[in-house]
């Protein structure tokens, strides 16, 4: 099978849990014999960057590799300003030439960021079916997590939030310089990740505390703004809409995305990557402390300001006998924290996990899935997560699921834990958790590929 993939691009240009899975799924596809063709949002001219262009990169891994030149704007989870940018006309030609060319037989695509409306529209007048793995919510909502203002956007007053919550995206200018070829060189030098870092702390920290914008505009120019903002929606649902495949990777995927499209046919396969595995003979370090581990980013929509004050109560009632490991960037530390700045990858999980007794992921945005949630079960390790972490479908008696953004349902869960409750949910998951294999998955992602051929 000749299979196009569209996402965000090749590591170590763009990262992340959506790369990484959309490469080992490219990488599994050939080395399960198929011809694997990756397609990808490139540079933005300054001058001249009306007209598309497909250009052939070098091949990676032996994927066929192609850069989109002058596509939509990538935004990622900055926000949209420039909202007329995003909704471009573009050659259909420059596409149908394309697709007639490679002759893919199905096209996979992973976001919608930086993709025009006419690929969809060439690829319906070439006959080629298209699968959409919705691995966020970008095209519903331009922020990407349907978060505002330290909740959900359950009412977002048809699109009304959408200018106050916008409002410190970045301009198309900055966004074209991060989309360039030298910005791909210099990344990941020091300075860059300084500034990078500093922008981050401060977009997130405005995220927190909810700043306010004081218009100036009169009422018609606010009016125009909206009605952008749902011009926007309506672009990318119309995409959506004609897409034949949408696989979601969790029943809450699904149910929010389905109050906002009618799709042709969609189905529920949760999500794995080829790093998971049972692990679930993992060593494990006894502690007279219950071990709570924190794995997320520590973004506020991630839950880790509802976890830390949760913790801080308990540990002012004198109640020390737990501790909580971190691994992110905490500007106000806590006594019972132990802190890894710098992160973590694959290959420390096996000590992660054998010093963990717990999980706690409590999501306050809608997290299509939660790899981190899989991880811990397949080391064998319980998780607390929040009703808003999509792999609360894997979870089961492995675990504790909270009420969302609910401060007095999480201290009472942790408050009632004790090293025998931690133990009942290990063995639960030594005896009855089964562990989806990476290659299990392949065929149920070739399977979907079959049901629209």
């Known amino acids: 099978m000749r299979i196009l993939h569209y996402f965000l691009g090749f590591p170590p240009y763009r990262t992340g849990g959506l790369t990484k899975f959309v490469y080992d799924l490219m990488c599994g596809q050939k080395d399960n014999g198929d011809e694997v063709i990756a397609l990808w949002p490139g540079k933005i001219n300054f001058f001249n960057n009306d007209k598309i262009k497909i250009r052939k990169k070098k091949n990676i891994n032996g ?25 471009k006309k573009c050659d259909k030609e420059k ?25 969809i529209e060439a690829a319906m007048e070439n006959n080629i079916k298209i699968i959409f793995t919705a691995h966020d919510y970008f095209g519903i909502c331009p922020k990407v997590t349907l978060y505002n203002n330290g909740e959900t956007c359950v009412d977002d007053c048809n699109c009304k939030k959408c200018i106050q919550c916008n409002y410190s995206a970045l301009s198309l200018n900055k966004i074209k310089i991060l989309q360039s070829p030298i910005y791909r060189l210099l990344k990941n030098f020091k300075l860059v990740k300084a500034l990078r870092k500093k922008h981050r702390k401060k977009f997130f920290k405005n995220e927190e505390t909810g700043l306010k914008e004081e218009y100036d505009k009169n009422y018609n120019e606010i009016c125009i703004k909206e009605k952008e903002y749902q011009d926007l929606r309506k672009y990318y649902i119309e995409m959506l809409e004609k897409i034949d495949m949408i696989h979601f990777n969790s029943n809450l995927t699904k149910e929010i995305y389905l109050k906002y499209i009618k799709p042709k046919k969609y189905e529920v396969v949760s999500i794995t990557h080829k790093d998971i595995s049972d692990n679930r003979n993992n ?17 506020p929509y991630k839950g880790f300001y509802l976890l830390k004050d949760v913790l801080d109560e308990i540990y002012k009632e004198k109640k020390d006998d737990f501790e909580l490991n971190v691994y992110g960037n905490v500007t106000d530390k806590s006594k019972y924290m132990i802190i890894h700045e710098n992160g973590f990858n694959q290959n420390d999980l096996p000590e992660i996990f054998s010093k963990t007794d717990i999980l706690v992921a409590p999501s306050l945005w809608y997290e299509t899935f939660g790899f981190t949630v899989l991880e811990a079960l397949s080391y064998g390790v319980p998780v607390i997560i929040s009703a808003n972490v999509g792999a609360k479908d894997i979870v089961g008696d492995f675990g504790i699921i909270v009420k969302t953004n609910n ?47």
């Not at 893919?104 to 025009?116: E, Y």
């Not at 060593?283 to 973004?299: D, E, G, W």
């Not at 290990?426 to 958790?433: A, G, L, Y």
Request: aromatic share 10%.
């Open 95 to 119: 596409y149908l030439k394309y697709l007639k060319k490679i002759k893919p037989d199905v096209i996979h695509i992973h976001t919608l960021m930086g993709l025009h409306k006419e690929f």
């Open 407 to 453: 401060k007095k349902d999480l201290k009472e869960k942790i408050e009632n834990l004790d090293k025998d409750k931690i133990m009942k949910m290990k063995n639960k998951i030594q005896k009855d958790f089964t562990i989806k294999t990476w290659n299990e998955f392949c065929k149920e992602i070739e399977n979907l590929y079959k049901e629209i051929k």
């Open 283 to 299: 060593k494990y370090i006894k502690s007279n402390k219950i071990r709570f581990t924190f794995l997320a980013s520590t973004k």
């Open 63 to 87: 994927i066929v590799n192609f850069e989109i030149i002058n596509p939509l704007p990538i935004s990622l989870d900055e926000g949209i300003i420039d909202i007329l940018e995003y909704t």
